[in-house]
């Protein structure tokens, strides 16, 4: 036999054998209860019929009279001896010596409704010599008459027993009844059962079925829309169900929020592709015609010297914008840093000297505490990212502007009064500004002076590589920005 699959069966099985079990040992204990009252009853009415016949027994050691086929006895009277008088169709009773003789007979009634009394034979009295004189009932099968309940007196020689035949219908009758009633208990448990549990798994089917609404959907690639939820009315967590329901929401708002995070990611993959591309397409292409250039005039030392120039700084664009790359790379695949002691605050001095070396006419400012500043890291990449801030902020301020660095307990932070990054580098919870190649609106012209958005060294890759490095290092990059009021905190483990 296959246990069946389907829970709905399987409940409906489990319920329904309960049931039968429950049904079965109900019956059980019934028929048992039953039996024990009725062979009690049967052994009283023995007892009662002992005591009759102890009443009016027979002169001892003479044989019992026995009636003539006719019915008259000795006294006189029709169809009543004396060893008899008082007792129920069915009776047995005997006269049992001690020399292991005896006599006795049955009460019997025919179909006219008359009485009979046929003797017994010595084999059915050698029987009845066999109870033991225990003052308790015995059950004795006597030939064609069946079983009998027969007590022996402790006083008398007599012995009187009754049939069980009338227990035993009434037991075989209650057993029929019961089997009858078990039966039909299975089947109509079986039939609520079905329905019953059919309807109380109705809403998990509900869940079931926005599962498989969801399995439907191409997960593979571009952007995917999981709109399918399980209905509210089924996500009462105080159910089994509710449970379920709450549980698979859940899931699919985090499945949803992984495959926008893949959508993005496979966006950003495609446009740093075409980013970099374009970035190296520039300096490739210039080289390639300085290059030609100076093979047109191979005898002009001018234009070979421009040319030359023209190269070597194409080239080291380049190299700074492979090397950028290639530390995002490492960044990415999380190989480790230098870790030593940093002074921080020696750090930013420094910057800043470089800086106002560079940007004369920009304002810099250092605020430094009377105590120096110091982190675990990699110096160099730490110098990297003061660098990259600083000149974040004087590419894309105005001179003038005021450009302060402020050493934090944890950090150090940056803060200008230029007009601040555009509003569509600020939106969302992972701030565009931070991200690769990202040049403000797409409406800006790139690589054109003047024309780059807040957010980029040239390339679009000086905040990446900030907030890269800062979390390699365990630290994370706060970003603040509003018309005169910029700041970018950088914060570190000390």
């Known amino acids: 036999m296959t246990w069946p699959r389907s829970l709905t069966a399987r409940l409906v099985v489990t319920a329904v054998a309960l049931v039968a079990l429950v049904s079965v040992l109900i019956g059980a204990f019934a028929a048992l209860a039953t039996r024990s009252y009725l062979m009690g009853q049967l052994d009283d009415d023995v007892r009662a019929a002992l005591m009759r016949a102890e009443n009016s027994p027979p002169v001892t050691g003479q044989p019992v009279p026995l ?24 009776t047995v009773t005997a006269y049992l010596y001690n020399d292991g003789t005896g006599s006795g007979n049955v009460l019997a009634g025919d179909r006219g409704g008359r009485v009979q009394t046929p003797a017994l034979t010595q084999d059915e009295i050698a029987r009845l010599q066999d109870v033991p004189v225990d003052g308790r009932a015995h059950t004795v099968t006597l030939g064609g ?15 009187v027993g009754l049939p069980t035949s009338d227990t035993h219908e009434v037991l075989e009758q209650l057993l029929l009844w019961e089997l009858l009633l078990t039966l039909l208990g299975v089947v109509i448990a079986a039939v609520a059962g079905t329905v019953v549990v059919r309807r109380q798994l109705r809403p998990l089917r509900e869940v079931a079925t926005t599962a498989h609404e969801v399995a439907t959907l ?19 967590e105080r159910t089994e169900v509710g449970q379920v329901g709450a549980a698979l929401n859940t ?69 700074r914008l492979v090397e950028d790359l290639l530390l995002l790379a490492r960044l990415d695949a999380a190989q480790p840093l230098h870790r030593e002691p940093v002074d921080l605050t020696r750090l930013l001095l420094e910057a800043v000297s470089d800086a106002r070396v560079v940007s004369p006419d920009h304002q810099w400012r250092l605020e430094l505490p009377d105590e120096a500043v110091e982190v675990t890291g990699d110096r160099v990449r730490l110098h990297q990212v003061v660098s990259n801030l600083l000149a974040n902020a004087r590419r894309h301020t105005p001179a003038g502007t005021t450009v302060t660095v402020r050493a934090l307990p944890d950090g ?32 800006r012209t790139r690589g054109t002076a003047g024309a780059l958005a807040p957010g980029t060294t040239g390339t679009g890759l000086g905040l990446s590589l900030v907030e890269a490095i800062v979390s390699a290092h365990g630290g994370r990059v706060e970003l603040t920005s509003a018309p005169g009021d910029t700041t970018v905190a950088v914060h570190l483990p000390r």
Do not use: C, N
């Open 145 to 159: 008459y069946g079983e009998f309940r027969v007590l022996r007196s402790t006083r008398t020689v007599v012995a």
């Open 412 to 443: 150090f932070a940056v803060h200008d009064d230029g007009p601040g990054f555009p509003p569509d580098l600020l939106d969302g919870d992972h701030l565009r500004a931070f991200e690769r190649f990202s040049r403000g609106s797409a409406s």
């Open 67 to 90: 009636p003539d086929p006719d019915g008259d006895d000795e006294s006189g009277e029709h169809g009543e001896p004396d060893d008899v008088r008082g007792q129920g169709v069915g």
């Open 251 to 319: 899931m699919l708002a985090h499945v949803e929020t992984s495959l926008d995070a893949r959508h993005r990611s496979e966006q950003q993959v495609r446009q740093f592709v075409a980013d970099a591309s374009h970035e190296l397409r520039t300096p490739l292409a210039t080289i390639a015609g300085y290059t030609e250039l100076a093979r047109r005039r191979p005898d002009d030392a001018a234009a070979a010297e421009t040319a030359l120039a023209k190269v070597d700084e194409e080239s080291a664009r380049m190299t």
């Open 218 to 236: 191409p997960l593979g690639s571009g952007e995917v829309d999981l709109a399918p939820r399980v209905p509210e009315r089924l996500t009462d």
